[in-house]
Each structure stands twice: as structure tokens, then as C-alpha cells.
């Protein structure tokens, strides 16, 4: 496979928020699909495949509005307890390790008052459960960092039926590009964090009418934070549906995407407008 086919299914694999049978199947349409492109076209930068595919935050987008609301759902909820169950089995792993070695270090202990080559087994004995503590204690630290990521399975979804529109909203937060955010709060020193905020309107057999979203990067350092940059983007996948406008604007630590859709119906047409906005506290949680 062309390295930048690898590359542009790796960024989709990241944004994923869970990898199982059906997303797959998608990667493999996605894979035979770009490897055509590649070998009709000969791309020579990522661009390319950005133009052609659109980015992966695009095409990933794309599929979570083919899923069913129920169906997202019950993903992100599968995600979030397999990772507390993960960390449920280190901890007791890391309990079970400290206790059993302090007993057997007090029998030892006890047994030492007798000949004096016991005394240099023990000693030989508790450094070897020293450095398996310290080992276990790294271990232990690198999980929990590594729980402190932020990954695209870390989705808020919100509903809100509105009565004045046609359609029911739902509201996505998924990363814009993959970031580390270690420990945020133990250190003055400054983060950045992308993310994208995406309103979907649904008709009320889930699908999708129209979306407008926001990608916004912050900065923060645990003590302030603000918003240093943002992108608006509008799309309506519904035939009766059409985009006439998109805007945004940022101030402090939030930035609002703006978007006016068209909906069209053989006896008229109605203008609706709708916003999303992102924020970023001061320990880099976007909400």
C-alpha cells in the first residue's frame, strides 16, 4: 500500500470512536478505494488524498452520521467501561503485588534469627521485591497516563427535540487531530488541544438533514486557557436541504460556529439557522 494511504487510514483509525466489525468493513472500502486512486493518479502529498477523500475529521464525521443514534451510543458506553475495567484489573494487580511480598518478608524476617547465610538470603530476597515495586510502580503510572489521553472514543452527546424545526438535534464532541494531555493539572507549563463540536440535525428516523461543526485548537496551562484558532464547516447531506451560509467567531476560551440552512419543499422553501459552540477550562477539558 502507498505510505500515504497508510498515513490517511491511520488518522482515520484514531478519530474511530470504536473499532469493530462494521468500522472494518469500512476501513477495508476506504483501503481498496484509495489504493485505486493512488495507483490511477500517483498522489504526491497528503493534500491529494484530502481533496479527493476529504480530511480524515470529514470522512469520519461521514460515517458517524450513518450510524444510528442508539447505536453511537451504545459504543461510546462500551468503550468507556472496558477502559474502567482495565484499569479495575491493575489495581488490583498492583495490591495483590505489595501485599504478598511484605509477608513473605516477615517470615523471613523471623527465620533470619537462626543462621547467618539466611540473613544474606533476605537481604537478596527484599532487594529483588524492591525493584519489582518500583517496577509495578511504573507500570501502574504509565497506565494511568495513558487513561489521561485524550482519544476519540471521549464523546458527549446531548439531545434536544426543537420544537420550532423540523428535526431533532444531536451535538458530537470527537478529537480533530490525535493529542497527548499528560497530567495537565501538575505543571503551570502551556498544553494546545484540537477539537471539533458537530450539531446534527436528524429527521425523526435518525438521518442526518443537515450538520454545521466547529475545529477549534486551545491553549492552557492550568490556570487560564483561550482559544487561539477556529474553523467552521457546514455540510447537508439531504437533497431537500442546502447550505446558503457559514461563519464563526471566537472570544476567550470558546469559539461559535454559525449556519443558515435552506429546506426546500415543492410549495416553498424556510431559512433556518442554528450554532455550536466549543469551549476549553483551564485543565483542557472541552465541553
Excluded at 484489573?89 to 518478608?105: E, G, H, K, N, S
Excluded at 519489582?132 to 476519540?152: G, Q, W, Y
Excluded at 440535525?201 to 483561550?226: E, K
Amino acid at each position: 500500500m502507498n505510505s500515504l494511504c497508510k498515513q490517511y487510514i491511520s488518522e482515520v483509525k484514531l478519530l474511530l470512536p470504536a473499532i469493530g466489525k462494521s468500522e472494518k468493513n469500512y476501513l477495508a472500502s476506504l483501503t481498496s478505494n484509495l489504493e485505486d486512486f493512488c495507483d490511477d493518479t500517483s498522489p504526491q502529498t497528503i493534500n491529494d488524498l484530502y481533496q479527493k477523500f476529504g480530511t480524515p475529521i470529514d470522512t469520519v464525521n461521514s460515517y458517524i452520521s450513518t450510524l444510528p443514534t442508539e447505536t453511537l451510543i451504545k459504543r461510546i458506553r462500551k468503550s468507556k467501561y472496558l477502559r474502567y475495567f482495565i484499569v479495575t484489573l491493575i489495581i488490583m494487580f498492583a495490591c495483590i503485588t505489595f501485599v504478598l511480598p511484605l509477608q513473605i518478608i516477615e517470615v523471613f524476617k523471623f527465620l533470619s534469627r537462626k543462621p547467618s547465610i539466611l540473613q544474606i538470603q533476605i537481604l537478596n530476597k527484599e532487594k529483588k521485591i524492591s525493584m519489582k515495586r518500583k517496577i509495578t510502580l511504573c507500570l501502574i503510572s504509565t497506565l494511568f497516563l495513558l487513561c489521561s489521553i485524550p482519544t476519540s472514543t471521549k464523546a458527549d452527546t446531548i439531545f434536544d427535540t426543537c420544537h420550532k424545526t423540523p428535526y431533532t438535534i444531536q451535538t458530537v464532541i470527537t478529537d480533530a487531530s490525535p493529542s497527548i494531555n499528560l497530567a495537565p493539572t501538575l505543571s503551570r507549563t502551556s498544553h494546545n488541544i484540537t477539537k471539533t463540536k458537530t450539531t446534527y440535525m436528524r429527521d425523526s428516523s435518525g438521518t442526518v438533514l443537515w450538520s454545521v461543526s466547529i475545529t477549534a485548537t486551545f491553549t492552557y496551562d492550568g490556570t487560564t486557557s483561550r482559544c487561539i484558532s477556529c474553523s467552521p464547516n457546514a455540510s447537508a447531506p439531504a437533497t431537500t436541504w442546502s447550505i446558503k451560509s457559514v461563519s464563526s467567531s471566537k472570544s476567550g476560551n470558546s469559539a461559535t460556529a454559525y449556519a443558515t440552512a435552506t429546506h426546500t419543499s415543492p410549495s416553498s422553501s424556510k431559512d433556518f439557522t442554528q450554532s455550536v459552540t466549543i469551549s476549553c477550562n483551564k485543565n483542557g477539558t472541552v465541553s
